[in-house]
């Protein structure tokens, strides 16, 4: 299916990679559209990542999601002004202030929520952390985009804390990548061991507001390729783990039938 057709049927939740990977895959990925997307138009960009902590026991450092060529994140009309937060706010539990954390209402590029597993260094006990976070734009460093995650938990912990990110270029048939790192917290290992299991994000959600002038607008999400490729827009997920050893993921989101 290709030129300016209708994207309404893309499927909600694309197939993982491979039809063993619902049982077997340690990592999973899904990728999605909004309804009524369209080829060559504006639609949010839904993610959702899992990490099965079982087979993957120790704790993600680093998150790196690449999107498909001619997928307009960077020049879409996301994050008009920069959060630039001091270097150092990257390597704290937490973060003074609430809500944006001090950071310019239109810089916020996407909505999500975040679940961790939480393991109690003296007792071993497992407990279950649930947050929401926003990817927020950062300033332009040596070409790229640099990106911003504040995460906001709600239970049972709470700890409000700052993930360093940037956008790059990447090879085909990708377009290019996010990159998100979990930088060290001193201490925190003494603690408690923090992993990773589920994220879901949407890039462009429509509940995003910016203001120009006094005036409320919804900025709208990314730009979605004019045409469609055969085999669908592919996505690839890789995961980098603290122990140094890495994982990977790949999705497809096919177009609707003509």
Known sequence: ??????????????????????????????????????????????????????????????????????????????????????????????????????????????????????RLVQTGQIIREYATLMVLSGPIANGQLQLVVYIDGERPFGGRFLLPGETADAGPPYGGALTVRFPVVPGLDEVATVSLTDLQLSIGAPQIVYRDHGRRYHPGGIGVPGTCPASGFPFALSLRFKDGHQASAHTTVRCAAP
Do not use: K, W
């Open 1 to 118: 299916m290709r030129g300016r057709s209708t994207l309404a049927a893309l499927l909600a939740a694309s197939a993982f990679a491979s039809a063993s990977a619902h049982a077997a895959a340690p990592v999973s990925l899904r990728a999605s559209f909004g309804r009524g997307a369209r080829l060559g138009g504006s639609s949010p960009l839904n993610i959702a990542l899992h990490v099965d902590t079982r087979r993957e026991p120790t704790p993600v450092v680093a998150v790196r999601l690449a999107y498909p060529n001619g997928l307009g994140l960077v020049l879409s009309g996301l994050g008009l002004a920069p959060c630039q937060p001091p270097a150092n706010a990257f390597a704290a539990v937490l973060i003074a202030g609430s809500g944006l954390s001090g950071c310019p209402q239109n810089s916020v590029m996407a909505y999500g929520t975040l679940r961790a597993q939480v």
